[in-house]
T-cell receptor, first 114, second 114 residues
Framework: DTGVSQDPRHKITKRGQNVTFRCDPISEHNRLYWYRQTLGQGPEFLTY????????KSRLLSDRFSAERPKGSFSTLEIQRTEQGDSAMYLC????????????FGSGTRLTVV | AQSVTQLGSHVSVSEGALVLLRCNYSSSVPPYLFWYVQYPNQGLQLLLK??????LVKGINGFEAEFKKSETSFHLTKPSAHMSDAAEYFCAVSEGGGSYIPTFGRGTSLIVHP
């Protein structure tokens, strides 16, 4: 078990470009969560999956944000037509169903939109 | 709906002094409660959690927290601060028996003086 892995660690992109981030959860965890964290703030929930089903996506920040988990394993988060306000740390976490064992976070992807 | 309030965005202590980080929550169902620590440019690491059972919970690195239902609190303590404890600390709540999506507080930065 190597924990939750996120790729890339850092991404610098020009405004208007599309970006995609990947998260590989702990293999036995069936829940996967995406959060956004801006400077000086706590993580802000975006969306989550149970296996391949996306059970909550109303908190995605706009229709430019989308996430997939096609085979119930890794997940991707895509941001289309990036804006400077999208600059943040994007965190992925995984858990067993119920979350009573806690949520394991990856190291995050830091996005900078220039 | 659930929410978390962390009192004090910064807490400063001397090395060897008591650490007390405050967390109050609101939840419409019995909560699961968590404390996470975040070091610069890293993801979140679970310190401890309360789900059911004993209300005094011990975690890693000498930290502990007590769930007080009547006060809707889950304050984090450590008897003696070390320089290595300097980091950002986040309290989180999820609704046990509900969606299990954790909601985070804004965080408290712990500063340890020699």
């Amino acid at each position: 078990d190597t924990g939750v892995s996120q790729d890339p660690r850092h991404k610098i992109t020009k405004r208007g470009q599309n970006v995609t981030f990947r998260c590989d959860p702990i293999s036995e965890h069936n829940r996967l969560y995406w959060y956004r964290q801006t400077l000086g703030q706590g993580p802000e929930f975006l969306t989550y999956f149970q296996n391949e089903a996306q059970l909550e996506k109303s908190r995605l920040l706009s229709d430019r944000f989308s996430a997939e988990r096609p085979k119930g394993s890794f997940s991707t988060l895509e941001i289309q037509r990036t804006e400077q306000g999208d600059s943040a740390m994007y965190l992925c976490a995984s858990s067993s169903a119920g979350g009573n064992y806690g949520y394991t976070f990856g190291s995050g992807t830091r996005l900078t939109v220039v | 709906a659930q929410s978390v309030t962390q009192l004090g965005s910064h807490v400063s202590v001397s090395e060897g002094a008591l650490v007390l980080l405050r967390c109050n929550y609101s939840s419409s169902v019995p909560p699961y409660l968590f404390w996470y620590v975040q070091y610069p440019n890293q993801g979140l690491q679970l310190l401890l959690k309360y789900t059911t059972g004993a209300t005094l919970v011990k975690g890693i690195n000498g930290f502990e927290a007590e769930f007080k239902k009547s006060e809707t609190s889950f304050h984090l303590t450590k008897p003696s601060a070390h320089m290595s404890d300097a980091a950002e600390y986040f309290c989180a709540v999820s609704e046990g028996g509900g969606s299990y999506i954790p909601t985070f507080g804004r965080g408290t930065s712990l500063i340890v003086h020699p």
